[in-house]
């Protein structure tokens, strides 16, 4: 089968599309035809090197080569042995799926025409959306929510996010705003309608001096931040003293500690009881899934170059 990896760190050019054999799975695993892989930022920081450089993942010379991917939608054709679900419905070969490989560290990735995943890392997909769609949710979404856990805030706590237009940032927005917290979205002024579409109580256009902005509007500063622009000491200044801040992990953007502000890194890890709680909310319209647009698989490379220019509004999604 055919599927999309890197031997040597670089540019777009170091994706290589290689014939592999198809992955058996073990226990506990689930075999998926891949349907849809959402391309995300992530990914580009595996194909360049920049996960390793800050000790996500090992260096490409303890391995001939990674796999790129990280979130998958598509169709379950075989179980492994003793796929137990306690939490969630059980899987049959047939049922649409989503899932999660939240290392990025492994020989095969979701930019593959199957894939093998823990039985805990898959849940039936979203019924209301195309799998393209929800190939869109898996990172995320589940990234989102697991931070919004970290930052624990109470109802009526304000919580800044960075980023919100973006797809982390727009679900974080989502999220908090279910949770009952007033949201300060930052993002470019003409994502404005959007940020407050998704439930943004107050907006603080990305080209003003975020500190001043934000505590003229909340005195004293925020609750929480949700750092998904990788924005560092610039919003952390909008947190009040003894406030939490929480940035996406594999970043070199974790300011220090100040005002006795909790700094927390945050790294994905799959989970299908919350990511089954996505698709739910999907389904019952609470979430607002975007596609900037389609792309075969022998077209990651373009797909990367894309991702890189900035500017999307939506993932990019491969399709086998």
Not at 92 to 112: E, K, M, N, S
Not at 162 to 188: C, I, N, P, Q, W
């Amino acid at each position: 089968m055919r599927a999309i990896i890197v031997k040597a760190f670089g540019g777009p050019e170091a994706l290589e599309e290689v014939e592999v054999p198809e992955p058996v799975p073990g226990p506990g695993q689930v075999r998926i035809r891949v349907a849809a892989a959402a391309v995300n930022p992530v990914d580009v920081a595996v194909r360049t090197g920049a996960l390793a450089d800050v000790g996500v993942m090992p260096a490409l010379g303890a391995r001939p080569a990674v796999g790129l991917g990280l979130d998958v939608a598509g169709t379950v054709l075989e179980l492994g042995p003793d796929v137990v679900r306690r939490d969630r419905a059980p899987l049959a070969p047939g049922d649409d799926v989503i899932g999660i490989q939240d290392r990025p560290d492994v020989p095969l990735g979701t930019y593959a025409e199957s894939i093998v995943l823990d039985a805990g890392a898959v849940v039936r997909a979203p019924r209301s959306v195309s799998l393209a769609e929800a190939s869109t949710l898996p990172l995320n979404g589940l990234t989102a929510l697991q931070a919004l856990n970290l930052l624990d805030l109470p109802p009526r706590s304000t919580l800044l996010v960075t980023g919100a237009a973006g797809a982390v940032g727009g679900y974080t927005v989502e999220l908090a705003a279910l949770r009952g917290l007033r949201v300060v979205g930052s993002a470019a002024a003409a994502d404005e309608a959007a940020v407050r579409g998704f439930g943004a109580e107050m907006f603080v256009p990305r080209d003003v001096h975020l500190t001043d902005a934000v505590r003229d509007l909340v005195p004293g500063g925020v609750d929480g931040a949700m750092d998904a622009a990788a924005l560092s000491t610039a919003a952390l200044g909008a947190v009040r003293n003894g406030g939490t801040f929480v940035v996406v992990g594999g970043t070199r953007a974790t300011p220090p500690p100040l005002r006795g502000i909790s700094v927390r890194n945050q790294w994905i890890r799959a989970d299908a009881g919350q990511l089954g709680h996505l698709a739910d909310l999907v389904d019952e319209g609470r979430l607002t899934l975007r596609v900037a647009e389609t792309l075969p698989l022998t077209e990651a490379a373009k797909a990367h170059t894309r991702m890189e220019a900035g500017g999307l509004r939506g993932r990019l999604i491969l399709i086998p």
